[in-house]
């Protein structure tokens, strides 16, 4: 399936609901339903129904549900799907993973292109890392400097966040001279945060490097959501993984797989 990149690198699939379309939905491989924008429903006259409450990049919120009866994409072609209404969805909704939890996905970056199959041996050329899945989403073991981290794999998010707990590993504390102004964080519920931000000096993931990684410093929600928040973690971002030829997971072996 081709894809398209929005202005921050995000990945983002046509998809139509209901013969409606086509529509951007961001690909996320840290969420596993789908999410459409409030705007876009409204457009589509679609119905909200259900209320439940979900984990934001910064907050908690309650969110209402609609269903379609026709999701549809180059890849897949579901019936009788909820979706979440989330006020600020990247482009017109996010694609979760709950359509390809069953076998594997492979992001393209150069091309790009999503590509889906069975689970199958680590291919020729990709260097594997094995994790674990979290309420279906790839949390793999990295080291940051020395530092051992757990990594939620999120082409969603544009960049590296760390968690405090990572910032104190690290040795670096308020006022550090490294820290320098990271912009301000939006969240999909138009929560909004300032935070800071660091260079260092090396992300190991398995045998694949990166230099100079960029990482923002915030306490999100995510991390106590998936039981990793005692401990140093971090949101491993697209503008991190866009750094390679192609990235792909394979969740029943709940594994990373990497290609320059």
């Known amino acids: 399936m081709p894809l398209r990149m929005d202005a921050s690198g995000r990945l983002q699939a046509q998809v139509t609901l209901d013969g409606s379309g086509p529509l951007l939905f961001t690909v996320d491989t840290a969420a596993t339903g789908a999410v459409l924008s409030q705007a876009v429903a409204s457009r589509l006259g679609l119905r909200a129904g259900v209320e439940r409450q979900v984990v934001g990049g910064i907050g908690h919120a309650d969110a209402q549900t609609v269903t379609v009866s026709r999701f549809r994409s180059e ?16 482009g017109d909704g996010i694609l979760g ?9 492979e992001l ?18 990709f260097a594997a890392v ?15 400097d020395g530092v051992p981290v757990k990594a939620v794999v999120d082409t969603g998010a544009p960049y590296n966040i760390g968690n405090p707990r990572l910032q104190a590993a690290l040795g670096i504390v308020p006022g550090d001279p490294r820290l320098t102004p990271g912009g ?16 260092l000096n090396r992300i190991a993931i398995g045998g694949v ?5 960029t990482v923002r410093f915030a306490d999100m929600p995510v991390f106590r959501a998936l039981d990793i928040d005692d401990a140093p973690a971090m949101i491993l971002g697209i503008g ?9 997971i394979d969740f029943p072996r709940a594994q990373l797989q990497l290609r320059p």
């Not at 094995?130 to 940051?144: A, E, F, S, W, Y």
């Not at 519920?189 to 660091?198: K, L, P």
């Not at 991190?240 to 792909?248: F, H, K, R, T, V």
């Open 75 to 90: 890849l897949f072609d579901l019936h009788d799907v909820p979706l979440l209404l989330l006020p600020q969805a990247q």
């Open 130 to 144: 094995d994790g674990q899945l979290r309420h279906g989403i790839l949390v793999v073991d990295i080291h940051i």
């Open 97 to 105: 993973m709950a359509p390809f939890a069953h076998g594997r996905i």
């Open 108 to 125: 393209d970056l150069r091309t790009p292109t999503l590509v889906s199959g069975p689970s199958v041996p680590t291919p020729e050329g």
């Open 209 to 213: 490097a990166f230099a100079r990684p």
């Open 184 to 199: 301000t964080f939006n969240d999909t519920f138009g929560h909004t945060r300032d935070v800071e931000q660091a260079t």
């Open 240 to 248: 991190q993984l866009a750094q390679m030829g192609s990235i792909a």
